[in-house]
């Protein structure tokens, strides 16, 4: 079968398939993006990651290409051509192409719009699960307004090398202060000896995760303590559990942190029960 991508309307072969080489996602990283789970060929929160898409757009002043309806349509479509089972979906605007210029370009600009679906194991995610993930911590040398999900994330790249070279799969940035912002692609959380959940507020500092506000609903329905503040290095390395929220991780624990091990080394069990009643919780849409 052949993959196809979708860009600027047109669904094209994955090898045809390209953008303007003056484009300001490539240029300038003047782009959004959104990654959505696909489960059994729907996609999973779609309206709180489309909402999102809308908030990032809005703060950057790039006006919304298409309404929610055709970004739907786009969604779908992309899903189906590929025959995505299970996987992701991957959206990305930007603010479109023209010759080089720090300054935006005018309205007569259309913005870029690129979609891509590929299947993912869900198996191997699970398989995964089981067992835990390591994870190291680097400073946070991001910009100010990590709320924005842009493309500008060569440093979650670098760090992510980094944790792959000392065989982890996620880093945690830590800020001047000593405190864990969130993870290179991924919400960080620690539950302490008492039971209670740990997370920081959002703000500039962070992405507003989708799968992190699935799980603070999942929290207040279950009536479990949540405490929301920042953490150091040295209380996750102290805490009973530790877990990252993402789309493409739901609850994924974490079972060492710069090679120390989290409670006994292995995946703790309200990680692993948040991580069990997900799909509960999340919103799983056929339209
Ligand atoms: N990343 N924080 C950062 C920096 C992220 O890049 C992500 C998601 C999250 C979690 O957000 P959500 O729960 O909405 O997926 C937090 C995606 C999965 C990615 O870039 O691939």
Redesign the pocket.
């Known amino acids: 079968m052949t993959r196809v991508v979708y860009v600027n309307g047109q669904y094209t072969p994955y090898a045809q398939a390209g953008i303007h080489a003056e484009d300001r996602g490539f240029q300038f990283g003047d782009a959004v993006?959104e990654?959505m789970e696909v489960k059994a060929g729907q996609l999973v929160d779609e309206t709180r990651?489309m909402a999102?898409l809308d908030r990032s757009l809005k703060e950057l002043r790039i006006a919304p290409p298409m309404t929610l309806a055709a970004w739907s349509r786009v969604l779908r479509e992309t899903v189906r051509r590929n025959r995505v089972h299970d996987g992701l979906v991957?959206l990305q605007v930007s603010r479109g192409a023209r010759p080089r210029d720090f300054l935006f370009p005018g309205p007569d600009v259309r913005p870029t719009v690129v979609c891509v679906a590929r299947s993912a194991s869900k198996a191997k995610a699970d398989a995964q699960a089981e067992k835990g993930i390591a994870v190291i911590t680097q400073p946070d040398i991001r910009w100010g307004r990590?709320d924005i999900?842009t493309v500008m994330?060569l440093p979650?790249s670098l760090a992510k090398e980094t944790a792959k070279a000392q065989g982890a799969k996620e880093a945690w940035f830590v800020d001047d202060d000593g405190f864990v912002t969130?993870?290179?692609?991924?919400?960080a959380w620690i539950i302490d000896k008492d039971g209670r959940l740990i997370t920081r507020k959002t703000d500039a500092h962070?992405?507003?995760?989708?799968?992190?506000q699935v799980v603070l609903d999942m929290i207040e329905k279950e009536k479990l303590e949540l405490v929301i503040r920042p953490f150091t290095v040295a209380e996750a390395k102290a805490a009973r559990e530790a877990f990252i929220?993402?789309?493409?991780?739901h609850v994924m624990p974490v079972v060492s942190i710069d090679g120390a091990p989290v409670g006994n080394g292995a995946p703790g069990l309200l990680a692993q029960k948040l991580r069990n009643g997900y799909y509960l919780s999340a919103e799983i849409s056929s339209h």
């Open positions: 993006y990654v990651h999102r991957y990590c999900k994330l979650a969130e993870g290179a692609s991924s919400n962070i992405l507003p995760g989708i799968t992190r929220t993402s789309a493409t991780n």
